[in-house]
């Protein structure tokens, strides 16, 4: 922006500098450029660690009708809105600890995150209507079933098969990339878990179990994510009573609220039991905010080797049953059923979060920044000519 300002007021003056940046920055110019240059930055690193980048073909057209949600989800999902969304966690737990205001601190990774996550739907013309809404919604829960349209190249009909391409390069990958992307996921995590360890609420001897105490919140949400997936998936061996709950609508989805509420409550009395002895702990005041940081260091444990599952081989469909095939797709299974959950709870986000937007007095707006009278007029003197052509040449 700095530079762009200078040379205006170079080439013009002050003051139309001034009215340019300011236009500029209610026009959401910092979302674009940020999702922009995200962009490239994902696309560099694609190139270098698998050889190849892809590209998204846009036909430079003029857009005056909504985009598909899901197709702008498939798209973006893996390069920005995991992204956003892991930062927007991060920025949450960290106000929830800080004690004092800091937004002047941490306001840009807001629109960082703010940006990741909402600029495909921002510049997506009508996205914030509550029919585009309501018809965006339809299309997800007919594309988590598998029933959306399969002629589609970004999101592949179905949440299954557009994570098996999305997955294809990574699982194709040799041993040393693998490890080399890992470990430098790994450095991250273990960055943020010597954090947490430091924030922990610990009196006398009970300081030295800190690190413990977080690996062992890790292996009991691990070990809940388990019995939840054990329950609840039909790739287990409660497939066959799950099937049949499906013969009376919507008893199969309070099944599985009922299992995951149950576990949910199990899990928390589990830490409470092992967790108190050592460190503060409690549902109000210092222990709530020691429950969040165990159950953020959980999710923190839990999605790191379930990224690292995710990216084993899958055995190829004619390859003989033995054990050691059978326990490696079992193992893939449990990664991609969580990966489905993420999923959902991430575009679910979305969609919540469109709706709100929705609620609120933007459409209008969004259309104005989309379509500005001056565009307008380029567009009607374009059609003006071409109407001219077509008499002459008829």
Not at 208 to 227: E, F, N, T, W
Request: hydrophobic share 55%; aromatic share 14%.
């Amino acid at each position: 922006m700095l530079p762009f300002f200078l040379e205006l007021w170079m080439e013009y003056d002050l003051s139309h500098a001034t009215y340019e940046n300011v236009k500029l920055i209610l026009m959401g110019s910092w979302m674009f450029f940020l999702f922009a240059s995200q962009t490239k930055g994902f696309r560099l690193a694609e190139a270098i660690k698998y050889g190849k980048a892809g590209y998204v073909a846009t036909g430079r057209g003029y857009v005056i009708e909504p985009g598909s949600f899901i197709g702008l989800y498939c798209v973006y999902a893996k390069s920005h809105i995991y992204t956003g969304f892991e930062t927007f966690c991060l920025l949450v737990v960290y106000h929830i600890f800080s004690e004092a205001a800091t937004w002047t601190a941490v306001w840009t990774l807001w629109f960082f995150a703010a940006s990741m996550m909402l600029a495909p739907y921002m510049f997506n013309p009508q996205s914030l209507s509550l029919t585009t809404i309501g018809s965006s919604f339809e299309e997800l829960l007919a594309w988590l079933s598998g029933h959306a349209n399969k002629a589609s190249k970004d999101h592949h009909g179905s949440w299954a098969l557009w994570h098996e391409n999305r997955l294809k390069m990574v699982r194709g990958s040799g041993f040393l990339a693998k490890v080399a992307d890992h470990t430098r996921i790994a450095l991250i995590r273990i960055v943020i878990f010597l954090a947490i360890a430091a924030r922990l609420e610990t009196s006398g001897k009970e300081a030295a179990y800190r690190l413990p105490l977080l690996l062992l919140s890790g292996c009991i949400m691990a070990a809940a994510q388990l019995v939840i997936y054990l329950l609840a998936s039909e790739n287990t061996l409660c497939s066959a009573p799950i099937s049949g709950l499906k013969m009376i609508p919507h008893l199969a989805k309070v099944y599985r609220a009922t299992v995951v509420a149950g576990v949910i409550v199990v899990y928390f009395y589990v830490l409470d039991v092992v967790v108190s002895p050592y460190c503060t702990f409690g549902w109000s005041g210092a222990g709530a905010r020691m429950a969040v940081l165990h159950v953020f260091t959980g999710a923190l444990f839990t999605t790191f080797w379930l990224q690292l599952l995710a990216t084993l081989d899958v055995p190829k469909p004619k390859a003989p049953r033995t054990l050691f095939v059978r326990i490696k797709c079992a193992i893939t299974a449990y990664a991609d059923w969580w990966y489905f959950v993420m999923d959902t709870i991430v575009s679910g986000t979305l969609i919540f979060t469109l709706l709100l937007l929705g609620l609120l007095p933007l459409l209008r707006l969004q259309s104005l920044i989309l379509f500005n009278r001056e565009f307008a007029k380029v567009i009607a003197a374009k059609l003006r000519r071409a109407e001219l052509l077509k008499r002459i040449l008829s």
